[in-house]
């Protein structure tokens, strides 16, 4: 396939890559030989990823997993080129993560070589987090091997069958999928601040009733609740990776009341934010 691959970050046992599709005119790829464990977050675009009697709809919102040694084809089903962030698991450390893995529903089924998943906002939220400590260059080689390990475990974790979701039709992502990828980008950088449905929408360039109706079919959710989902994972992060004051933690998470901060956080994570600062430095203490 034609594109422009580039190597983000590089670890004892990963690399970050930058995938960016460079096919303008070409429908279904030659096929490829998948030589490493992947974990691919999709950025932008929509392609049709072809392994082994499975045809795996891959846009925004969803993580392609693929074992090694399988062939595969991709057929582009959309105008704007495909972006894909990858974790490219490292042959030596792959025994490791299958020995770890093995009883998860992606290993312990031989006929499954490659598989999709739908994120949620955590999952979304943390590809993000890591992907601007390493473009920052904010954070220490243990900060991003924490982060990409938490990433692994909560993708592989969340493996079910492939089911392609039947409300999103191909008009709809002709038409929309470039209004998802605008509002979650925006929405995740811009989560701190006290941001509109009217700015989002007008963002994306549509009206805000339709923008409301057509992001909660791709997501799940709501604007609101995705905004708000993503402000309660900064704040766990901050909470488990510093020392700052839960007030400290929730300002810098976009909350401007304490009260609902605390009550919000408790509801998402079953108990109060100091608790859960004590129960996390407990956890990785042992």
């Known amino acids: 396939m034609d594109a422009d691959i580039h190597t983000l970050y590089q670890s004892d046992f990963y690399r970050i890559l930058d995938f960016k599709c460079r096919c303008t005119d070409c429908r279904t790829s030659q096929p490829e030989y998948n030589e490493t464990f992947c974990i691919s977050f999709v950025r932008k675009g929509n392609f049709i990823f072809n392994v082994f009697r499975h045809a795996l709809d891959s846009y925004n919102g969803c993580v392609l997993i693929t074992k090694p040694g399988y062939e595969r084809t991709v057929t582009h089903a959309h105008a704007v080129p495909d972006e894909c962030t990858i974790f490219e698991?490292?042959?030596?450390?792959?025994?490791?993560?299958?020995?770890?893995?093995?009883?998860?529903?992606?290993?312990?089924?031989?006929?499954?070589?490659?598989?999709?998943?739908?994120?949620?906002?955590?999952?979304?939220?943390?590809?993000?987090?890591?992907?601007?400590?390493?473009?920052?260059?904010?954070?220490?080689?243990?900060?991003?091997?924490?982060?990409?390990?938490?990433?692994?475990?909560?993708?592989?974790?969340?493996?079910?069958?492939?089911?392609?979701?039947?409300?999103?039709?191909?008009?709809?992502?002709?038409?929309?999928?470039?209004?998802?990828?605008?509002?979650?980008?925006?929405?995740?950088?811009?989560?701190?601040?006290?941001?509109?449905?009217?700015?989002i929408a007008a963002h994306c360039f549509v009206s805000p009733f339709h923008f409301?109706?057509?992001?909660?079919?791709?997501?799940?959710?709501?604007?609101?609740?995705?905004?708000?989902?993503?402000?309660?994972?900064?704040?766990?992060?901050?909470?488990?990776?510093?020392?700052?004051?839960?007030?400290?933690?929730?300002?810098?998470?976009?909350?401007?009341?304490?009260?609902?901060f605390t009550a919000a956080f408790r509801q998402q994570y079953r108990c109060p934010p100091a608790r859960y600062r004590t129960a996390q430095a407990a956890r990785f203490s042992r």
Do not use: W
């Open 212 to 260: 409301s109706r057509i992001f909660k079919t791709f997501t799940s959710c709501t604007p609101h609740q995705f905004l708000l989902s993503i402000r309660l994972q900064h704040a766990a992060m901050v909470l488990r990776d510093t020392s700052v004051p839960v007030a400290d933690a929730a300002f810098s998470s976009g909350f401007n009341s304490i009260e609902y």
């Open 89 to 199: 698991i490292s042959n030596d450390f792959y025994p490791s993560l299958l020995q770890r893995y093995r009883h998860t529903r992606f290993f312990a089924d031989n006929d499954l070589h490659s598989t999709l998943i739908r994120t949620g906002t955590e999952t979304e939220f943390l590809h993000f987090y890591i992907l601007q400590q390493v473009l920052q260059r904010s954070g220490s080689k243990l900060q991003a091997d924490q982060l990409v390990m938490e990433m692994i475990d909560k993708v592989l974790h969340a493996v079910t069958d492939y089911r392609p979701d039947t409300r999103i039709s191909s008009r709809l992502k002709q038409q929309h999928l470039t209004t998802i990828e605008r509002a979650k980008a925006y929405i995740t950088a811009n989560f701190a601040q006290d941001i509109s449905l009217m700015e």
